[in-house]
């Protein structure tokens, strides 16, 4: 309609984090068709220093002096990074793009590639493709749908297999995979066999010692920016919920839509020795679940 009339719009935005006004942003900020500027409260002159600084006393006040003076940041100096107070792996993946470890991470056929997954039922399944090589972790892909049954999985997984040349080792399901059943009466675990793949049920684990597993090996992941792009965006927005009564932070993830990312990442990272090396095998692993 726009373009049909000449017409124009407007998107006036307070960052929430690296979301899709970060992206957009950061998009069209070159674009000459598109005018982009980011105001500060400083810069603007609408407040006095001294309203400001009231202003950042009372989200002290209000959300304690971490979480507050983040908000603050936030909502008057137009920070996307600083209202990451509760995010898990927010600084990591920061870190991350400082040390050019989130790029262009190309399959190497000498190392095989496992699979790294959460499984949804109602809500999504996300898929991470991981490939160990020395202490590395290659990042290499990603893939994520809804609504779409272990059939579809199968499908996406021989797909990419043809295409990129990759040669699966392990496919790591979280505990839960192997409960359920369909009308058949099989459970997922017996499906995906059927269809071609095995999948490894790995142990339940405690949600907090996998978040401490991913901050582990995040210092030596590479990510593919571009295959990778929406798991990494769940990764740095994964955060803790937040407690309005108690103005804390909760042990307790946020379930939102980072969380089949973040929870597939963790399914992986729970198993990674620290001292393993690939020698271009397969990944040995023990019989830890359902094959």
């Known amino acids: 309609i726009l373009a049909e009339n000449g017409g124009w ?45 009231r202003e950042r006393l009372e989200y002290i006040r209000e959300l304690g002096p971490k979480f507050g003076a ?22 990591l993946i920061t870190q991350a793009e400082q040390d050019g470890r ?8 000498v190392h ?14 996300a898929i991470w493709f991981v490939q160990r090589a020395g202490q590395q972790f290659r990042v290499i892909d990603y893939y994520e749908a809804s609504g779409a049954g272990i059939e579809h999985y199968a499908k996406v997984l021989r797909q990419l297999g043809d295409e990129r040349g990759y040669d ?37 684990h405690d949600v907090d010692d996998g978040i401490q597993a991913v ?12 295959k990778c792009e929406r798991g990494i965006s769940a990764l740095r927005q994964y955060r803790a919920e937040w407690d309005d009564t108690l103005k804390a932070l909760r042990q307790k993830p946020l379930h939102d839509w980072t969380s089949h990312a973040a929870d597939a990442f963790r399914t992986g990272a729970k198993y ?8 271009g095998k397969a990944l040995e692993m023990p019989d830890i679940g359902v094959v």
């Open 9 to 53: 719009a407007i998107f006036p935005t307070t960052p929430r984090g690296r979301n899709h006004a970060a992206t957009m942003f950061e998009e069209y900020r070159a674009d000459p068709g598109w005018f982009v500027e980011k105001l500060t409260a400083k810069e603007t002159t609408v407040f006095s220093p001294e309203t400001l600084e």
């Open 70 to 91: 983040s908000v603050f940041e936030q909502e008057y100096l137009c920070s996307f990074d600083a209202a990451s107070i509760g995010n898990f792996y927010a600084h």
């Open 102 to 109: 989130i790029g262009i991470v190309p399959f190497d056929p």
């Open 112 to 125: 095989t590639v496992e699979t790294w997954w959460d499984l949804g039922y109602s809500d999504a399944t």
């Open 168 to 204: 699966y080792s392990a496919h790591l399901w979280p505990h839960d995979g192997g409960h359920g059943s369909f009308d058949t009466g099989k459970t997922r675990v017996e499906v995906a066999k059927d269809l071609g793949f095995k999948a490894r049920v790995m142990p339940k």
């Open 215 to 226: 901050r582990a090996i995040l210092p030596r992941c590479w990510f593919d920016a571009k």
């Open 272 to 279: 990674a020795p620290p001292g393993w090396v690939d020698d």
